[in-house]
């Protein structure tokens, strides 16, 4: 009854016998990728550091007749995360490597501490998450699927934000050149870009950021943590097994236009 359940209510299957480790997955972005996978067929592999709101994600999907485990770590400990993920599926197909930290400090007043972080949540822990992964898969023999999150802010400068707008594209050329070196194993390596995404996880930020945006958005709408989850979705599906090495800008355009003028409706021809 519960398989019946599973199939009729749950289970759409573009990710049938795939296992995706989604790094920052009880919340937000990661959240939603996570219970978006698991509709689609594949075994999640919860990770965040918030044990009780991982194992929480975790059951509701189990709950739904989902495969879901949670996995409470912080990524200075990947190598515990992949045999975990190992030990209870038997493989990884999937990573995405969705946790960051988004730190937002004036330059001028940018210490090493938050900068050494910034270094260590963001690139390193991402490098190295990568780096098992591919370990993992070429042990397998079966190719695989990565997707990183950059960020907007690695194509344009973003007041407060030069050390996450330098991780966030050092993680794009880092993943471009992975993606050369183990392409030969059938594993792709691309990133994703989010612009500003409204998510249940950054209630703090006031609604102004949001109007902010609105008015350089061509679509006139703010991404919400859907359509992230759908654009790792796509890079991980079959459809995109000839993409590699690229990046997904996914902000409603902003960052591909010269987005002031989104709200600007006067002409510039010389008459």
């Not at 943590?225 to 991980?236: E, K, M, R, S, T």
């Amino acid at each position: 009854e519960k398989e019946k359940g599973r199939k009729e209510n749950h289970f759409m299957g573009r990710l049938e016998n795939k296992v995706a480790i989604v790094t920052g997955g009880a919340k937000g972005i990661g959240y939603v990728t996570c219970n978006t996978f698991s509709r689609e067929g594949a075994s999640v592999v919860i990770v965040d550091m918030d044990k009780e709101a991982a194992e929480k994600a975790a059951q509701e999907i189990n709950d739904k007749g989902g495969k879901a485990l949670a996995v409470a770590a912080n990524l200075t400990v990947a190598e515990a995360i992949f045999a975990k993920a190992v030990e209870k599926f038997g493989k990884v197909d999937i990573l995405i490597n969705n946790a960051g930290w988004g730190c937002k400090t004036p330059f001028l007043e940018m210490t090493e501490e938050p900068f050494d972080r910034s270094i260590n949540l963001n690139m390193k822990a991402t490098y190295f998450m990568i780096q098992l992964a591919c370990k993992q898969m070429i042990k397998q023999g079966t190719g695989g699927r990565i997707v990183s999150t950059s960020s907007t802010a690695a194509f344009q400068g973003e007041k407060n934000g030069s050390i996450y707008s330098g991780t966030k594209a050092a993680i794009i050329a880092f993943s471009r050149a992975v993606a050369l070196e183990v392409g030969q194993y059938g594993i792709n390596v691309n990133c994703v870009a989010p612009g500003f995404t409204r998510t249940n996880n950054n209630g703090h930020i006031p609604g102004s950021i949001d109007e902010n945006f609105l008015q350089i958005t061509p679509t006139k709408r703010i991404n919400e943590a859907q359509d992230i989850a759908n654009g790792y979705l796509f890079l991980v599906s079959d459809e995109a097994r000839q993409i590699t090495a690229q990046v997904l800008p996914i902000d409603g355009g902003y960052s591909g236009t010269r987005a002031m003028q989104a709200s600007q409706d006067t002409s510039m021809q010389v008459k």
